[in-house]
């Protein structure tokens, strides 16, 4: 089995691939040299998963990481995990979680700064999103036959939606207050409708459609999400249960739509909530004229790419396969770029074939930590997929 490449040898890689000088104050340079790279948990023979690249699992105060685990072949069925990073103790938030794959397992997310945690699970074919206040362990189920999105690990908001595969009555975006335990139906899909009719009846053939996939800004006056047209029934275990296709982006204080792209790669709010960063290393900005963008010059394009952008907007962090970046062939790999341009460096290049059995195969999914100083993501490198850690070398 293929474990973890030699410490030295990873730090020459890291050198290696730096494509220009490092001048002082380039963000880029601390991670060129004595970066540590590491499992996240010491616990062997289960898969351990970082939920997605659009979520931090580090607490906000540093001190814990949130992931799932599982001991199933196929990472399905697990528990959501809190991990004490000075002891590395793990405390059980839930147990015997069922989920839809291993590729966003539970959508576990920390909450209210990380006081509470949510995920969504299925119990006998309905689904119901959970919150769990970390203090006491004692949990909330929020709202049933719905999915839970992504919001912001500060914030008290979390963006639900009705199950892509057969929404029911649940076809709009509603967000649940963790302050007030309410839940608020927020954008609309006949909102959607009435904007974008045109491109919904090209993309969907007049299908009825729902609003799918929902990712709070930062400073959770917007929200962007997917449109999604179920083909009905239960079996969400199928890349075919949905059609899903586009950005809306709807800004909660005009209670409008106000931008929208007529195709998906894997969206990123920036920090200042008003630029969306896209596959292909794109800058779209919400605020100008729909379908334009900027491009970040000087960087690899990786393909199977999940890029998301550092607290402090300075870095972008990505994974997909390693090769133009000068990783081996079909291996992938963990690349940081300056958000400037022309300066990049691949941290970590490795097999992502093997790892969990899930029929939607999971991918590393690299994240920031809020301080800016870790970067997690999972690495399928054997017979288990695992949450790695790479932390950059201290001042």
């Given at each position: 089995?293929?474990?973890?490449?030699?410490?030295?040898?990873?730090?020459?890689?890291?050198?290696?691939?730096?494509?220009?000088?490092?001048?002082?104050?380039?963000?880029?340079?601390?991670?060129?040299?004595?970066?540590?790279?590491?499992?996240?948990?010491?616990?062997?023979?289960?898969?351990?998963?970082?939920?997605?690249?659009?979520?931090?699992?580090?607490?906000?105060?540093?001190?814990?990481?949130?992931?799932?685990?599982?001991?199933?072949?196929?990472?399905?069925?697990?528990?959501?995990?809190?991990?004490?990073?000075?002891?590395?103790?793990?405390?059980?938030?839930?147990?015997?979680?069922?989920?839809?794959?291993?590729?966003?397992?539970?959508?576990?997310?920390?909450?209210?700064?990380?006081?509470?945690?949510?995920?969504?699970?299925?119990?006998?074919?309905?689904?119901?999103?959970?919150?769990?206040?970390?203090?006491?362990?004692?949990?909330?189920?929020?709202?049933?036959?719905?999915?839970?999105?992504?919001?912001?690990?500060?914030?008290?908001?979390?963006?639900?939606?009705?199950?892509?595969?057969?929404?029911?009555?649940?076809?709009?975006?509603?967000?649940?207050?963790?302050?007030?335990?309410?839940?608020?139906?927020?954008?609309?899909?006949?909102?959607?409708?009435?904007?974008?009719?045109?491109?919904?009846?090209?993309?969907?053939?007049?299908?009825?459609?729902?609003?799918?996939?929902?990712?709070?800004?930062?400073?959770?006056?917007?929200?962007?999400?997917?449109?999604?047209?179920?083909?009905?029934?239960?079996?969400?275990?199928?890349?075919?249960?949905?059609?899903?296709?586009?950005?809306?982006?709807?800004?909660?204080?005009?209670?409008?739509?106000?931008?929208?792209?007529?195709?998906?790669?894997?969206?990123?709010?920036?920090?200042?909530?008003?630029?969306?960063?896209?596959?292909?290393?794109?800058?779209?900005?919400?605020?100008?004229?729909?379908?334009?963008?900027?491009?970040?010059?000087?960087?690899?394009?990786?393909?199977?790419?999940?890029?998301?952008?550092?607290?402090?907007?300075?870095?972008?962090?990505?994974?997909?396969?390693?090769?133009?970046?000068?990783?081996?062939?079909?291996?992938?790999?963990?690349?940081?770029?300056?958000?400037?341009?022309?300066?990049?460096?691949?941290?970590?290049?490795?097999?992502?074939?093997?790892?969990?059995l899930s029929w939607r195969r999971n991918d590393p999914h690299p994240a920031f930590s809020a301080d800016n100083q870790r970067i997690y993501y999972n690495v399928s490198d054997g017979q288990f997929t695992r949450l790695f850690v790479a932390e950059r070398a201290k001042p």
């Open positions: 089995m293929n474990t973890m490449r030699p410490l030295l040898a990873l730090v020459f890689l890291v050198a290696l691939k730096l494509n220009a000088a490092s001048p002082a104050g380039d963000p880029v340079a601390p991670w060129t040299k004595g970066v540590r790279l590491a499992p996240v948990s010491a616990v062997m023979g289960r898969h351990t998963i970082h939920t997605y690249y659009l979520a931090n699992p580090e607490s906000p105060d540093g001190k814990h990481v949130l992931f799932f685990s599982s001991k199933h072949p196929a990472g399905y069925v697990g528990e959501v995990c809190m991990l004490d990073r000075a002891t590395g103790k793990e405390t059980v938030l839930a147990e015997n979680v069922h989920t839809e794959d291993a590729h966003r397992a539970a959508c576990q997310q920390w909450l209210s700064g990380g006081r509470r945690v949510a995920f969504h699970e299925v119990i006998n074919k309905r689904w119901r999103v959970v919150v769990v206040d970390v203090a006491t362990l004692a949990k909330t189920i929020v709202a049933e036959d719905r999915q839970l999105g992504f919001g912001q690990t500060a914030g008290d908001l979390l963006p639900l939606y009705g199950c892509h595969w057969n929404p029911g009555p649940h076809r709009d975006l509603e967000l649940w207050d963790a302050k007030t335990g309410k839940l608020t139906r927020s954008a609309t899909i006949a909102e959607v409708e009435t904007k974008y009719r045109d491109w919904l009846t090209k993309e969907f053939a007049g299908k009825p459609c729902s609003i799918f996939f929902p990712v709070l800004s930062p400073d959770l006056k917007r929200g962007f999400f997917k449109i999604a047209a179920g083909n009905g029934g239960d079996n969400f275990m199928a890349k075919g249960a949905s059609q899903r296709q586009g950005i809306v982006c709807y800004d909660f204080a005009q209670g409008k739509c106000i931008w929208q792209r007529g195709k998906w790669g894997h969206p990123a709010w920036e920090p200042d909530s008003r630029h969306i960063f896209e596959v292909g290393n794109l800058r779209f900005d919400t605020e100008s004229a729909e379908g334009k963008y900027t491009r970040l010059a000087g960087v690899p394009n990786l393909r199977g790419s999940h890029p998301s952008i550092s607290p402090d907007g300075r870095l972008m962090v990505t994974d997909g396969y390693s090769e133009p970046a000068g990783g081996p062939p079909l291996e992938w790999g963990i690349m940081v770029a300056d958000m400037n341009g022309g300066k990049w460096v691949l941290l970590h290049s490795f097999v992502q074939s093997n790892g969990a």
